[in-house]
């Protein structure tokens, strides 16, 4: 729970930025200046009174300088790092969020029981929710969050008296590729599903003075990606793998025994999901809807917001997220 302190700077801090934007306006002192100084102020009373992590306030000016007309996004990131690594941060902090409250193994189980339960339908099932949760979380975590997921359904397959060891075994083989490649193609879709694409952007707005924004990205990289898990599930289940036993018995059972044991949607599960829903329709909505009220907003703040909502709103038992 929060002090009376950091309940007051909380309040505080906006307050008092809001006012010296509004009524704080001494001759010499330029619109530009009185946005770095409202700023300013924000932030030394959130640190003052630790509202938030003392690093987490820390990251305020990288929303408030350009938004406020203070400095340019590129200025102000230039003091941190470039603002891609910022881009990224964010998505990292969001598939945080996800993954302690175990939002990820909710939706990738819901896409898979919705998907289907037979032997391909199952490798589909996978395919979607990985590539699904690689486009907005890094390959790798990807991977490693589903895996536990794919070994109990192998598992479940094993355990059955009806099938040989050998159907097992190719149906091992094949969820495990799926699961790799569809978390490889998944990150291809958007700016932040994978670090390569953020260095890309970064060369070629340093080279050709040229930004590619999450949507255009998005516009080229998803239909990609939709295509590519296609073909791959078409290859592994029609090619690379035989499988004699078409029906999984027990499959529905196995998800809805794991979709059970994760209980209710949590409070907390619902407040991530909407700040995350939120977040990815700001970042494809940016480029043609957002710049029209906010000529300053970047996909790059529009991840810093998300961050800093996530420190800011509490669990049910009143600690951070």
């Given amino acids: ?26 001759e010499g002192l330029g619109e530009s200046a009185n946005a770095i100084l409202a700023s300013t102020s924000w932030v030394a009373v959130w640190w003052i ?17 350009p ?27 969001l598939a945080i969020a996800i993954e302690k409250w175990n939002l990820h193994k909710r939706i990738a189980l819901n896409i898979i029981k919705i998907v289907g339960t037979n032997v391909s339908r199952i490798i589909l099932g996978f395919m979607v ?14 991977a490693v969050m589903i895996l ?3 070994i109990a359904i192998v598992l479940q397959l094993q355990d059955n008296p009806k099938t040989n060891s050998n159907e097992n075994l190719i149906f091992g083989k094949a969820l495990m590729l799926a699961i790799a490649y569809s ?11 994978t670090p390569p694409n953020l260095v890309l952007a970064g060369v070629v707005e ?38 004699e036993q078409k029906e999984f018995p027990g ?16 409070h907390e599960e619902k407040v991530i999901l909407v700040v995350f829903t939120i977040t990815a329709i700001a970042w494809i909505s940016r480029s043609f809807l957002l710049t029209k009220w906010l000529p300053a907003i970047d996909d790059t703040i529009i991840a810093m917001m998300a961050s800093i909502i996530l420190f800011l709103i509490p669990n049910k038992k009143g600690t951070r997220l």
């Fill in 206 to 243: 340093s080279t050709y003075n040229t930004e590619i924004t999450f949507s255009q990205w998005f516009m080229f990289g998803f239909p990609i990606s939709v295509i590519l898990l296609i073909i791959c599930w078409f290859y592994l289940t029609r090619f690379a793998f035989k499988f």
């Fill in 1 to 26: 729970m929060k002090s009376t302190k950091q309940k007051i700077g909380l309040v505080l801090g906006p307050l008092l930025f809001i006012l010296i934007k509004l009524f704080c306006h001494p």
């Fill in 129 to 142: 929710a990985t590539a699904l949760l690689s486009m907005w979380i890094s390959n790798t975590a990807t």
């Fill in 183 to 193: 978390a490889s193609i998944g990150g291809m879709a958007t700016l932040i599903g």
């Fill in 49 to 65: 009174t630790e509202a938030i992590s003392i690093p987490v306030t820390a990251l305020l000016p990288i929303i408030l300088f």
């Fill in 251 to 266: 499959g529905r059972k196995e998800i809805e025994n794991q979709l059970n044991a994760l209980g209710k949607t949590s």
């Fill in 148 to 150: 536990p997921v794919g």
């Fill in 67 to 93: 938004l406020s007309g203070g400095l340019a996004l590129s200025g102000t990131t230039a003091a941190y790092g470039h603002k891609y690594i910022f881009l990224f941060l964010g998505g990292f902090i």
